[in-house]
Every structure is written in C-alpha cells, then in structure tokens.
T-cell receptor, first 114, second 116 residues
Framework: AQSVTQLDSQVPVFEEAPVELRCNYSSSVSVYLFWYVQYPNQGLQLLLKYLSGSTLVKGINGFEAEFNKSQTSFHLRKPSVHISDTAEYFCAVGPSNTGNQFYFGTGTSLTVIP | GAVVSQHPSRVICKSGTSVKIECRSLDFQATTMFWYRQFPKQSLMLMATSNEGSKATYEQGVEKDKFLINHASLTLSTLTVTSAHPEDSSFYIC????????????FGSGTRLTVV
C-alpha cells in the first residue's frame, strides 16, 4: 500500500523568504512523485514530478523538489516566495507498477505574508 | 497542452434533486477519467475511475447508485449525483490521463456542489 504524509498543514512565511514544504511517503513498490498546487476553488496544477533520473527536480514558478529515497521524502522548496504563491500544495505518489492511481497527501496551506 | 474542461464550476441544488457534472477533454481523447471528491481542508479522495465504453470502477465505500458515472465518448465523462443531500456538498474534480505520456494527468477546474 502507498501513503503520503505532509507534515505541516499550514505554513506561514514572509514574502521573499525561503520555504520548504515537507512530504514523506511509504510504499512497497517504486513510486513516482508529484507536487500539485491548488488555488481557491480551482483544480490542481502540476508543479513538478519525479519519474527517474536526477533527484533534484525543477518545476514551474521557481519551485524545486528533491527526491531522497533513503529518507522516503520529496520536499518542495522555493528560495524566495511571492504573495501569489499563497495556495494549497499537495504531494502525491503514483505506484510505478500500475501507472494509474494517485495517492494524495492532506495538503499544506502556504500563506505568504506581505 | 492537454486541457480538461469541467462544468459547472458551482452549483446549488435542493435536497433530493440530481446534479450532473461534465468533464470534457478538449484536445485529446481521454479513454480513462478519474473522479475525485475533496472535503474542506482535506485531500482529494478518488471516487471512481471511468473508462470509455465500459462500467466505471468505484472505490470502496462509494455508492454506485448515488454517484452515477457515464463515459460514453472519448471526450466526455459525466458524474451525476442522484438524490443529493447536504452531506454530498463537496468539491468534485475530474482528471484525465493524457495518452502516450507517463503519468501525464490533467485536472479539471472543479465543481463546488452545495446541497441545501
């Protein structure tokens, strides 16, 4: 079985400060890893994904994430946040042996403070 | 890029009535679509997987007769909430797998259902 844990439900951060949103997963099979962003009353937008290759993945809007297999983590980072980054962020895993099913974390609400 | 259009974005209905939500793939053929439900401040929970031309596969605990899914064409999947009750109020999101991609999924913009 697969599961995703987002350790922080809410993260307030001042504008232009760095931020890290934490994500840990558990799985009995190899997984692919994703970060999605959701703005209020909207669907999900893919920020970045790790399928294979370099463990440091760069995404849109200046976000990046690092896959750490030994720690089963996939933390999301941004060196300098903007007001527009205020949103809900979801980490998700997808088992590589099915290619079909997402398991989402409970989300982290990022609030950027002016 | 691949886009899924979801309508309506918001709907308010009376208890006991039915509501239909549509998801349409605009520039690709979606043989498989997924329906998620999201409660306030919570994550997305997969409700069902619909495959074009066949019956949907429902996740455990999801009432098939209450949440009717139809995927009659390669570009359209619908979710009908039948005899809606206030506890069905939620945010519903569809997702489609983009063909010939590895884990390439696109999500609709969601439907906020409020049952009064």
């Amino acid at each position: 079985a697969q599961s995703v844990t987002q350790l922080d439900s809410q993260v307030p951060v001042f504008e232009e400060a760095p931020v890290e949103l934490r994500c840990n997963y558990s799985s009995s099979v190899s997984v692919y890893l994703f970060w999605y962003v959701q703005y209020p009353n909207q669907g999900l937008q893919l920020l970045l994904k790790y399928l294979s290759g370099s463990t440091l993945v760069k995404g849109i809007n200046g976000f990046e994430a690092e896959f750490n297999k030994s720690q089963t983590s996939f933390h999301l980072r941004k060196p300098s946040v903007h007001i527009s980054d205020t949103a809900e962020y979801f980490c998700a895993v997808g088992p590589s042996n099915t290619g079909n099913q997402f398991y989402f974390g409970t989300g982290t609400s990022l609030t950027v403070i002016p | 890029g691949a886009v899924v259009s979801q309508h309506p974005s918001r709907v308010i209905c009376k208890s006991g009535t039915s509501v239909k939500i549509e998801c349409r793939s605009l520039d690709f053929q979606a043989t498989t679509m997924f329906w998620y439900r999201q409660f306030p401040k919570q994550s997305l929970m997969l409700m069902a997987t619909s495959n074009e031309g066949s019956k949907a596969t429902y996740e455990q605990g999801v009432e098939k007769d209450k949440f009717l899914i139809n995927h009659a064409s390669l570009t359209l999947s619908t979710l009908t909430v039948t005899s809606a009750h206030p506890e069905d109020s939620s945010f519903y999101i569809c997702s489609a797998r983009v063909p010939q991609t590895l884990y390439g999924y696109t999500f609709g913009s969601g439907t906020r259902l409020t049952v009064v």
